[in-house]
Each structure stands twice: as C-alpha cells, then as structure tokens.
Nanobody, 129 residues
C-alpha cells in the first residue's frame, strides 16, 4: 500500500536547476525520515540528501553541499530536492526513500540504503556538458 512517486527529472544544461518531488501515500508521512539517493549506470547507489521526520535535521553528501537542498511539506506528504548548479556528474536516476524514525538514530545511518524501508521507482536527471 505504501507508494513513493518521484517527479521533476529531465534534461538540463550544466549550471541549470531542477526540483525533484516525491509524493508519499500509504504511510504516516510525518513519522518517517526521508532521503534521496542516486544511481548512475554501472555504479553503486549513493546517498544524496536526507531529512529527519521532524524536519529539524538535514544531511548532505559532500558532493552536493551548497548546491542541493532537501525539504519536506508534511501537509502535502511530499519531500523535495532542489538542485542548483548542476554538473554532468550529477547525471543519474534519483530515488526517493522512506524509513520509520523509531528504528534508528539519524546521522550514523541516514546515508545507508539498507536502513530505508520503502523506495520510489526513480526519476532520471541528465545534465549535458
């Protein structure tokens, strides 16, 4: 019954911006930590950004700090990823993920894909050089 649906991906030139959205249903959204991961062809899935269930804590991969911003709107059951100053190396399929906050502490595990319970199907981001 749980469903995460990403949207907002597309083709953009280097230096451009995109905003990804992830709409959640079938869960009590406000009790879940949310995260964004990405995976390029032939590479492992990597952590991009995360936000605590309360919205009071965020975490970013070093590669996107200062360029990407994660946020959530619990009234809309939606998490966002604002991506600015995009680079070709940002090209990947981007996935939204959810985990119940009661299970784990945050900083030490938010970057680990195996700690997340639910995943979206992904949205493609392609940055041209």
């Amino acid at each position: 019954q749980v469903q995460l649906v990403e949207s907002g991906g597309g083709l953009v030139q280097t230096g451009g911006s995109l905003r990804l959205s992830c709409a959640a249903s079938g869960l009590t959204f406000s009790t879940y930590d949310m995260g964004w991961f990405r995976q390029a062809p032939g590479k492992e899935r990597e952590f991009v950004a995360g936000i605590r269930w309360s919205g009071g804590k965020t975490l970013y991969a070093d590669s996107v700090k200062g360029r990407f911003t994660i946020s959530r709107d619990n009234a809309k059951n939606t998490v966002y990823l604002q991506m600015n100053s995009l680079k070709p190396e940002d090209t990947a399929a981007y996935y939204c993920a959810a985990r119940n906050q009661a299970r784990t502490s945050y900083d030490g595990s938010a970057h680990r894909p195996d700690t997340y319970d639910y995943w979206g199907q992904g949205t493609q981001v392609t940055v041209s050089s």
